[in-house]
Structure formats: C-alpha cells, structure tokens
C-alpha cells in the first residue's frame, strides 16, 4: 500500500525521525541517502554519505545500494541516475527542490547560441561547451554531443586545462562567476572572458569580442553567493583585522579577489578543519554549511563567521524535509518507489559522456 505525502505533513520532525531511522534499519543495504552539504540539518543528519556535488556523484557511480535517495536538489538526482546501474533507482524526496542556477540556461537557449556562434566561427571545431554541473540533464548531453564536458567547482580549473588542450575558445554555462573566476587564476585576462546574455541577439556581443574571447560565460548565477560583497569583508576585518577569508567561487569576482582562499564546499571544510587552532574566519558559502562548520571547530578555538550579515541559504534545498525523507523510505519498506527520476535514454547517453569525461581526469 502506498503511503501519500499528506499522510506526512503534520508530523513533527521527532516523530519523523524516529520513523526514518525504523524504515532505515528494515532498508539496511538495500537504500542509501545522500545529503549534500547545503541540506538542513533536519535531514543532514540523516545522511549515510554527505558531500559536495562532485563527491555525491562519484558516490553514485559506484554505489551497491538498490535504492539511492538523493537528498539535494533535481540535477544532482539527474546525474545519480546518469551514473548509476540500470536496475538501480535514485529518488528524489522533494520533486519541488530545484536550482535557480539550473533553470537560468536551457537546451532552446543554449542551442540558439551554439547556432548564433556558429555564424561568427567555426563553433564546432573552435568551442568545448563546459556545463557546471548544476544544470539539467538535457543539457550535459548537449555537452556530449558536442564533445564537450562536465565541471563542478572542485575541479573547474583541470576541466578548463583539458578543453584549452582540444579548442581554443569555451563555452561556460551557466554560472558565469565560477568561470570568470577559475579562468582569471589561470591566467585569462578578464577583457577576453566575455558574458553572452541569452536574452540578447548574439549574446549581445559584436563579432569582435566574440572572435578575440577565450572564454564565453553564460549571464547567470547563484542566488545564494550573490549575497555575499566585498563591502562585508572590508567592514568585517575593520573590526578584525586577523580575519581569513574563504569564498566559494560561485561568489561574484570582487570577493573572490579578495579572499585568502577560494574552493568548493569541500576544499571550504577541509581547508578550515585543518587550519591552525585560535584563527578566525569569514566564509561565503550557504548558511547551513557554514553553520554545521561553526559548531563542530569552535572546540580549537577557531571562531567562523557568516559573510552575509542577511540570511542566505538555498531555499530550494531546504525544501527537502524530514517528513518527504520519512514518507519516501516508508513507501520502499511497502515495496512502492515515489518520485523516482529518470533521465530518458537518450539523454542519459550523451550526458553520462559528458561525467565521463570529466570523471576520467581524476
């Protein structure tokens, strides 16, 4: 008998728990949850494996568990079921927790531009398209089609290496910011890092700036890490001046610039789990992370700051409750899959060429 979320909805998130990990317990190996970083503690806590994307992915790939519950948002779910084995099922809890980032490029867009790129150059033979991984499905396959790739922020920089070493020019989509930022570390000037605005005929670039561009980044971005500006580390270190700074680099440029360190989620924790004890840090990235970080290193005397003095956490993220986590794995006790994603095959062809692709560089 399947259960229906209603039956969820006013349960408090104790009693949740108690259920989860009863359905947990009768599931054993058969299911495994994933939470990402950015999940609310709520439902964090009751992750097997937590990670960033990159980590989350590699997870899946090579995951024995029948069912993979994948507590993020719908393009991480995606590439579970890119990468997993056929006979295995990725659910996701909530089918509402999308990315805003995601939804800012889309295959009619990014293909409109591929064709309007192609009336200036030769953008099959002189372009790799590079998707963030924070894009639909549809869209790493579009990358596969065209011999193109996969990035995440942990490895943004040996993604770019690989497609310089094919092509001359990329094409980013759809942050721009951890493009300007990865390209400009290696090197790039800005001037030749230009921005395609797909509401624009051509981008709203001139054939020249398209011609003398090394880098095509798409207009968009994270609304989480566009809250945070440089004028709150130039107002944070008047009053400590020992601060260290660490950015996600899906942060706009200025921040990046003027931070000690830049890097995903995972390089964030780890660069400040392992910091000397007694230091201070100002973090940019999402609030729920940064919070998990400030409560477990404040034993070492490490003091860790919010950049934003406003609440920025991913919204879509925290959709994922403990009440959908509890209803999705009672229903697989029952023996009935709720909200399962599946790429079509197509699709899950040339978008697993993609990952592949970038998978093959570690």
Known sequence: MAFAIQDYSLLSDEECDQRIQAAKEKLAERCVILGHHYQRNEVFKHADVSGDSLKLSSYAANSEAEYIVFCGVHFMAEVSDILSRPEQITILPDLAAGCSMADMANRVNVERSWNEL?????????????????????????????????????????????????????????????????GYRMGIPLEEMVVWDFNQPMGGLTKEQIQNAKMILWKGFCSVHQMFQSKQIDDFKKKHPETIIIAHPEANFEVCEQADYVGSTEMILKTVREAKPNTRWLVATELNLVNRLKEEVKGQGKQVHFMSPTVAMCSTMFRTDPQHLAWVLENLVEGTVVNQIQVNDDDKQMAKKALENMLSLF
């Open 118 to 182: 192609n009336s200036i150059i030769n953008a099959d033979e002189q372009v790799t398209p590079v998707t963030y991984i924070n894009s639909a499905a549809d869209l790493k396959a579009f990358c596969g089609r065209h011999d193109g790739i996969v990035c995440t922020s942990s490895n943004a920089k040996q993604v770019l290496d690989w497609c310089f070493e094919k092509r001359e020019k990329i094409l980013f989509f759809p942050d721009e910011h951890l493009g300007r930022n990865t």
